[in-house]
T-cell receptor, first 113, second 114 residues
Framework: AQSVTQPDIHITVSEGASLELRCNYS??????LFWYVQSPGQGLQLLLK??????LVQGIKGFEAEFKRSQSSFNLRKPSVHWSDAAEYFC???????????FGTGTRLKVLA | ETGVTQSPTHLIKTRGQQVTLRCSSQ?????VSWYQQALGQGPQFIFQ???????GRGNFPPRFSGLQFPNYSSELNVNALELDDSALYLC?????????????FGPGTRLTVL
């Protein structure tokens, strides 16, 4: 069965520092991968997605993610974090022929001024 | 262009009651998916509606049901509420049921069951 693991429940970084949020998935074929961000009281906003092709994906707000098939990972990165990036981040996988996303449990990001 | 809207924002019910949550899809979108997000968890897929028909369902009991209307808005109904139904219910719309189509999420309805 497909699954998504986000090993880090909470991460704290200083403003201006780099960020990497980890995501590992379990799926037999090439998955469709997504990163969403959720601010308090808000719905989920798509940061970026990977379907095929270039394994380094650029998204909004300066985020990028790299798909590594050998490691079953799709980690999210940002070179310099801003205070407004404090939120909860969800990795999700969609699979060919289905219509649902499977989400990880999320990583809550705290940014120190 | 109006995004996905949900009503009500918050709702408090007691065990055994029934609840209806509503979702208006984004203009041009004919597909609506519902997710349940329990506290501290990621969203879990409940079901999807495409052109007024249920198009897929997650591991939720039959007391979770839905409707989609001709204007593609949707309702989620939950009967015989249980304490564990307390969660944020998210609606997402997309221009089609394909996995290639981005799902646009509404702000959610926070349901508390006492």
């Amino acid at each position: 069965a497909q699954s998504v693991t986000q090993p880090d429940i909470h991460i704290t970084v200083s403003e201006g520092a780099s960020l990497e949020l980890r995501c590992n998935y379990s799926y037999g074929a090439t998955p469709y991968l997504f990163w969403y961000v959720q601010s308090p009281g808000q719905g989920l906003q798509l940061l970026l997605k990977y379907f095929s092709g270039d394994t380094l994906v650029q998204g909004i707000k300066g985020f990028e993610a790299e798909f590594k098939r050998s490691q079953s990972s799709f980690n999210l990165r940002k070179p310099s974090v801003h205070w407004s990036d404090a939120a909860e981040y969800f990795c999700a996988v969609g699979t060919s022929g289905t219509y649902k996303y499977i989400f990880g449990t999320g990583t809550r990001l705290k940014v120190l001024a | 262009e109006t995004g996905v809207t949900q009503s009500p924002t918050h709702l408090i019910k007691t065990r055994g009651q029934q609840v209806t949550l509503r979702c208006s899809s984004q203009s041009g979108h004919n597909t609506v998916s519902w997710y349940q997000q329990a506290l501290g968890q990621g969203p879990q897929f409940i079901f999807q509606y495409y052109r007024e028909e249920e198009n897929g369902r997650g591991n939720f009991p039959p007391r979770f049901s839905g409707l989609q209307f001709p204007n593609y808005s949707s309702e989620l109904n939950v009967n015989a509420l249980e304490l564990d139904d307390s969660a944020l219910y998210l609606c997402a719309s997309s221009p089609g049921p394909s996995e290639y189509n981005e799902q646009f999420f509404g702000p959610g309805t926070r349901l508390t069951v006492l």
